[in-house]
């Protein structure tokens, strides 16, 4: 599925070193390791998905600011069991780098794989008191994610941002509003099939949003942020922003 990624970004550009020291923890939920930031005792939870490289402090970060945001615990899980794909293959350029991204997408980076470990940390969450959950996604994790809003979803609403594997098809299981964030690096032919079968379903289709950032780069708001470049940085904001008034309507936090 490596071949798959829709934006050439993915394969080009490399996380980024950030200053920022994360605010949260980490805990054990559903035998899954997780950092998260916000009230243990919240009875709302939003789950979030972080792209190829795994834990990086500007997508803590972005998880931070989304709790302090809407006032409500947000947890990311490490869906790679502490292998994320290693940095040193950016770009994967060579067939040695390529076969590193296959095999990594084929285990622990599969979207099925992460899926299944959505949803053991979404039953865990609601076992333990919570009665709402919203989800987001970056890069990759827009994937798995998608995978899990579909019919019987644990999860109330849902926010891509910059996606990866795009696939038209998928929008039509999609049951729960969606909102889309993306870069100027996505398809943009793809995207907006993908959004014109969104809207075909009448049950959510004034409820979702969509917001383009022409001048930002496919992983701004993850491991590949520049959040010393003034631009990445406002749009950096802007989209947690954007995310987290998107999740204090349709979870109504």
């Known amino acids: 599925m490596a071949s798959s990624i829709t934006s050439p970004a993915c394969c080009t550009i490399p996380p980024v070193a950030a200053d920022y020291v994360p605010k949260g923890k980490m805990q054990n939920i559903g035998g899954v390791q997780c950092y998260t930031i916000g009230h243990d005792d919240c009875k709302k939870a939003i789950v979030g998905i972080f792209d190829v490289f795994g834990y990086w402090p500007s997508t803590q970060q972005g998880a931070d600011i989304l709790a302090a945001m809407t006032d409500t615990r947000v947890i990311l899980p490490d869906f790679f069991a502490g292998n994320p794909l290693p940095q040193e293959v950016v770009p994967w350029d060579t067939p040695e780098k390529k076969a590193t991204v296959d095999q990594f ?29 919203g989800l987001y996604g970056l890069c990759w994790g827009s994937k798995g994610a998608i995978m899990a809003c579909g019919k019987g979803t644990p999860f109330s609403a849902f926010v891509q941002i910059h996606p990866s594997f795009v696939d038209p098809q998928d929008a039509n299981q999609i049951c729960i509003p969606m909102a889309s964030f993306t870069s100027k690096d996505e398809p943009q032919e793809i995207l907006e099939q993908f959004y014109k079968n969104l809207h075909a379903n009448p049950d959510i289709a004034s409820k979702c949003i969509t917001h383009h950032y022409p001048n930002n780069h496919h992983g701004f708001a993850g491991a590949r942020a520049k959040l010393q470049d003034p631009e990445n940085y406002a749009s950096f904001r802007d989209v947690y922003k954007r995310a987290a008034d998107f999740f204090l309507e349709r979870l109504a936090l």
């Open 105 to 133: 997408v084929a285990n622990q980076g599969s979207p099925v794989k992460c899926r299944d470990t959505l949803l053991t940390v979404a039953n865990a969450l609601q076992e333990s008191g919570v009665t709402t959950l």
